[in-house]
């Protein structure tokens, strides 16, 4: 990764602010000083909702960390996963994982993942707001956690071998612009959508951030930049289930 050593910008400080008056989470969660929120209750979905009959409803979150660079950019954290990993084998991935019962909230189940995955103590990561929710067609909702480390030199990135391969990261800006970007168009109950894939090189390395990825980072460089992306998104349907 590239090691930036900045504290905090005008820029960052007006981001979170910001961040931490928009009401992006459904259940409009509380955000303290110590980075914690009120209680989310873990409740199954509308049997109605449930893409694939019989799986069981989860729930998980995942950390868009972001930092400045030297010049000023949001960049974000992103995995390669091992491949060894039973499931997303290789894939580019946010830190984040399934919620425990240790956990009070969607945030302390993204920031112990964060920890176990690559090494990020939740302490240097100020966490600013949680985006709504995304729905999966295996029935897991995942809730995106938005973060920020004032002093990039504060994280020593310590990759967890069984799960990840690689840590790296990527400009947020990115994920609005139609370059570097392909896309793929699939079906699911007669509902047409894209797949976006977006090609990134990093420490002469290709990483390809796809599906669920991509789209999470789409909408959140959508939050941060206040505009939507260069390009059509035509996000599936089952993203955006309502949540109960």
């Known amino acids: 990764m590239n090691s930036y050593s900045f504290g905090r910008s005008e ?3 007006k981001l979170a602010q910001r961040l931490r008056l928009a009401d992006q989470h ?3 969660d509380v955000l303290d000083d110590s980075n914690k929120v009120e209680d989310s209750k873990i409740q199954d979905s509308d049997a109605s909702l449930i893409p694939q009959v019989g799986l069981k409803p989860s729930r998980a979150a995942v950390l868009i960390c972001l930092f400045e ?3 000023g950019n949001l960049r974000v954290i992103l995995t390669k996963r091992s491949s060894s ?3 997303h084998s290789g894939e580019v991935a946010l830190p984040g994982g399934e919620w425990e019962e240790s956990d009070a909230n969607d945030v302390d189940t993204a920031l112990r993942e964060a920890q176990e ?3 990020l103590d939740p302490s240097v990561v100020e966490v600013v707001t949680i985006l ?3 729905h999966t067609k295996r029935n897991i909702t995942v809730v995106p956690v938005i973060g920020i480390i004032w002093d990039k030199r504060a994280f ?3 990759p967890n071998a069984a799960e990840v391969e690689s840590i790296f990261d990527a400009p947020l800006e990115m994920f609005l612009k139609d370059e570097n970007r392909g896309q793929e168009e699939r079906e699911w109950m007669g509902c047409k959508y894209l797949l976006h894939f977006f090609d990134h090189q990093d420490e002469n390395k290709s990483y390809v951030i796809w599906a669920l990825t991509a789209g999470i980072l789409i909408k959140a460089a959508s939050v941060v930049y206040q505009r939507p992306p260069a390009f059509e998104e035509r996000r599936p349907t089952f993203w955006n289930r309502s949540s109960h």
């Open 11 to 13: 820029t960052l400080i």
């Open 156 to 158: 020593n990135p310590v």
């Open 26 to 28: 459904n259940n409009a």
């Open 117 to 119: 995955e690559i090494g």
């Open 69 to 71: 660079d030297e010049r």
């Open 85 to 87: 990993m039973s499931s």
């Open 132 to 134: 709504d929710p995304f």
